[in-house]
């Protein structure tokens, strides 16, 4: 029998609540598992952990946490998080060619695969990209000595919390260690994701604020998120800073003031976290890191709204909300983002929406109508964006100044402080799935019709 089977939450290495926030201690105890020539020894553990070997290659710990990790002298640290796990291989202990080739396996770096022991995280080319992100950070953690802390945008991934790059940079701090260095692209059910950069940081983070996430470390959310609103590209951090601000605050449509309380709560702890940032380093772009979180809302539902929110904001002279509430014949309706003052609503329409089937879809479409002829009768003025608008976000901005045009003869300064045209590194082909094509050429007659 398993020696975790019916074992407390500290008996499995985690928290009372079953958390999995580990204490850091050393486990002195050493277990020999001989395969082979390959005698696997542990040594020196970062943190308490039981298990009962399967082989010298990987183990099976039983535990329901995400902090597992296993450093052994045959060179395979082996680290679970429910269902990805770290293998290290050597030129003594290497990958069956039969193992490489079953697509459950993903090479993420030199001597270092990431086993996918769900494979429904692998069905959609989303989700792939997704997964080898999260294996990246599993795999940089794994390589290290226990003292690696993910940052800014990698610490709000460690945390499932979405970005607007499906396959970023990874973003790492550690006492030694400076510059950059490449991860290579990762074959994945047939899906090639392109290569990343691990980028170290030079500004480490609050020892106070590290925190144990997902079986990594990582400085706090709001540290995190600070940190992407000085020196992530303005969309990247507006996109994390809405995202965090809907997380934290637990957004409820029908629960908005209370969440909207909540979500200030988190935002004024941003601006002061900045304001400590700022008395110890001048050179900071505090001006513009504390417009972007002054500008970000818990509103939005998704990188694509917040991404179209912040296309809008860098252009309008008129107050912006989220989730606004639009009462018509007794029926409740939530714009994405309206400009109430002057009736006019923005909605992006994502696939989710229509529902996962064909009775989901059908259902969709006809609330969808309802909706529109209640809303459209009841004098709103509504635009609707997919992601190929998103092909260009310059031209889509443009767009949208256009259609608030007649309502303002230029852009605020304070709205065109938000903006910055993406670059690659944040909105290229490398960084978020793009479309073959565009639709551009047929823009203006969606739009205006």
């Not at 710990?61 to 060179?75: F, P, R």
């Not at 701090?173 to 090639?192: C, D, H, M, Y």
């Not at 092909?391 to 259609?403: A, I």
């Amino acid at each position: 029998m398993h020696p975790l089977c019916g074992a407390t939450p500290e008996q499995k290495g985690c928290n009372a609540d079953g958390s999995g926030a580990l204490p850091l201690r050393t486990c002195e105890s050493v277990v020999g598992v001989r395969r082979g020539d390959c005698v696997a020894k542990r040594v020196e553990l970062a943190r308490t952990l039981f298990t009962v070997p399967r082989s010298c290659r990987w183990l099976s710990t039983g535990v329901d946490c995400l902090d597992d990790l296993n450093s052994w002298g045959c060179k395979n640290p082996h680290m679970s998080s429910h269902q990805l796990t770290v293998i290290r291989t050597s030129e003594a202990c290497r990958m069956a060619h039969e193992e490489i080739e079953s697509g459950a396996f993903l090479h993420v770096m030199r001597g270092c695969y990431v086993r996918v022991d769900d494979t429904r995280l692998l069905d959609t080319p989303w989700r792939t990209w997704i997964t080898v992100a999260r294996a990246r950070l599993l795999a940089v953690h794994a390589s290290g000595s226990g003292d690696r802390v993910f940052v800014g945008a990698s610490s709000l991934a460690s945390r499932g919390i979405p970005l607007w790059e499906a396959n970023p940079d990874i973003y790492v701090w550690a006492r030694t260690r400076r510059g950059s260095k490449p991860l290579r692209a990762v074959r994945a059910a047939g899906i090639l994701v392109p290569g990343v950069s691990v980028r170290w940081s030079v500004v480490s983070p609050l020892q106070g604020e590290i925190q144990t996430v997902g079986g990594v470390l990582a400085e706090g959310v709001i540290d995190a998120t600070v940190r992407m609103a000085c020196w992530s590209e303005p969309l990247s951090a507006f996109v994390g800073i809405c995202m965090v601000l809907n997380r934290q605050s637990s957004f409820d449509l029908f629960s908005q003031e209370e969440c909207r309380d909540r979500a200030h709560g988190v935002r004024s702890e941003m601006l002061v976290r900045l304001t400590e940032w700022r008395e110890h380093n001048d050179n900071m772009p505090a001006r513009r890191a504390e417009a972007l979180i002054r500008a970000a809302d818990p509103g939005c539902d998704n990188p694509a709204e917040a991404a179209l929110l912040w296309v809008l904001k860098s252009v309008s002279a008129f107050e912006v909300v989220t989730q606004f509430e639009i009462v018509v014949s007794g029926r409740r309706y939530f714009a994405d983002i309206a400009i109430p003052g002057l009736m006019i609503i923005f909605e992006f329409d994502g696939i989710g929406k229509l529902g996962k089937n064909e009775a989901d879809f059908a259902r969709a479409k006809r609330d969808w109508i309802q909706r529109e002829n209640d809303l459209r009768g009841a004098g709103w003025t509504i635009y609707r964006f997919s992601w190929p608008d998103y092909e260009d976000l310059t031209q889509l901005r443009s767009l949208v100044s256009e259609l608030l045009g007649p309502f303002q003869s230029v852009i605020p300064s304070s709205a065109q402080g938000l903006w910055a045209k993406p670059t690659p590194a944040c909105d290229g082909p490398e960084r978020r799935f793009h479309m073959a094509a565009n639709r551009w050429g047929t823009a203006r007659e969606d739009y205006t019709r």
